[in-house]
């Protein structure tokens, strides 16, 4: 019987890009969908492409995925950290399915199904288009969700951080989550628990003027022509700003800012979804 989980692979971009080619060094920069988008079109806005232009580096490589597991994240650091000066880590949810799944009926058959709630939204919006058999495997996954031992996989997603740590002193750990890492992680970081990505995200929802949780399963889904790794261009140059002081002065300064004037309204980012 032929598998209907498989391996997560690395999409087109994650190839060098040539920069400045009088730079004297190398970015790379791993993780999931903080780091690229599903839309490549516009990947001069993402802000680790415009990070690597801003430190004028001579080549740049993403090797970041949407929706993907530490596991994907950590195997792609081990094999090509080493040709980098700089490596960016981004650290995801600790609990993370690590493969994709095949569901031959939607329009996009293969998926990173990232949470339980994810699976129950798929579930609901194509309820009239899976078949028996993707009900099936939804099954399965729905089960390996409801079995998995969460401290287990929180430990080992720690232990697979602190070996990132040891291979590369300097490389720039970035948690996407609240509990991306431990309490004790983050003060190693020098960071307080309230500075990761997703709570940067928040902050852009409020200065739309929205107190929402936008997300994937919530009443709005972004528009991927405007939206890159989860921010508008405004925060996309925020993101740049800050990370590139990290790497600059080897400290953090996280002063994010709500304060933004955006360009247009959330209606013009985001679109009502409609299911």
């Known amino acids: 019987m032929?598998?209907?989980?498989?391996?997560?692979?690395?999409?087109?971009?994650?190839?060098?890009?040539?920069?400045?080619?009088?730079?004297?060094?190398?970015?790379?920069?791993?993780?999931?969908?903080?780091?690229?988008?599903?839309?490549?079109?516009?990947f001069d806005?993402?802000?680790?492409?415009?990070?690597?232009?801003?430190?004028?580096?001579?080549?740049?490589?993403?090797?970041?995925?949407?929706?993907?597991?530490?596991?994907?994240?950590?195997n792609n650091f081990l094999q090509h950290y080493a040709k980098n000066d700089i490596n960016i880590v981004l650290i995801t949810q600790p609990n993370r399915y690590s493969k994709l799944t095949k569901l031959p009926s939607?329009?996009?058959?293969?998926?990173?199904?990232?949470?339980?709630?994810?699976?129950?939204?798929?579930?609901?919006?194509?309820?009239?288009i899976l078949t028996t058999e993707d009900h099936k495997t939804l099954d399965y996954?729905?089960?390996?969700?409801?079995?998995?031992?969460?401290?287990?996989?929180?430990?080992?997603?720690?232990?697979?951080?602190?070996?990132?740590?040891?291979?590369?002193?300097?490389?720039?750990?970035?948690p996407c989550f609240y509990g991306s890492i431990t309490p004790e992680m983050y003060t190693q970081l020098g960071l307080s628990r309230n500075k990761n990505l997703y709570e940067v995200l928040r902050m852009q929802y409020q200065s739309l003027g929205s107190s929402k949780n936008i997300n994937i399963v919530s009443d709005y889904i972004e528009k991927p022509e405007f939206?890159?790794?989860?921010?508008?261009?405004?925060?996309?140059?925020?993101?740049?700003?800050?990370?590139?002081?990290?790497?600059?002065?080897?400290?953090?300064?996280?002063?994010?800012?709500?304060?933004i004037k955006h360009e247009h309204t959330l209606e013009h980012y985001y679109e009502q979804r409609t299911i």
Not at 141 to 153: H, K, R
């Open 45 to 74: 806005q993402w802000w680790p492409t415009k990070l690597a232009k801003k430190l004028g580096v001579k080549t740049y490589t993403n090797y970041c995925r949407g929706a993907t597991s530490f596991y994907f994240t950590y």
């Open 106 to 128: 939607l329009s996009r058959p293969e998926n990173n199904i990232t949470n339980i709630g994810s699976l129950h939204e798929i579930r609901k919006n194509n309820m009239n």
């Open 141 to 174: 996954l729905e089960g390996w969700f409801m079995a998995t031992d969460d401290q287990y996989m929180y430990d080992m997603q720690m232990l697979m951080v602190e070996h990132i740590i040891k291979l590369d002193p300097n490389a720039i750990l970035i």
């Open 2 to 42: 032929k598998s209907s989980f498989v391996t997560t692979r690395l999409l087109t971009w994650s190839y060098p890009v040539t920069i400045n080619s009088d730079g004297d060094k190398t970015f790379a920069i791993f993780g999931d969908s903080f780091g690229s988008s599903a839309n490549d079109s516009i």
């Open 227 to 259: 939206i890159s790794c989860h921010f508008t261009p405004e925060f996309n140059n925020q993101v740049t700003d800050v990370v590139f002081e990290r790497i600059t002065t080897g400290k953090w300064n996280w002063n994010f800012t709500e304060n």
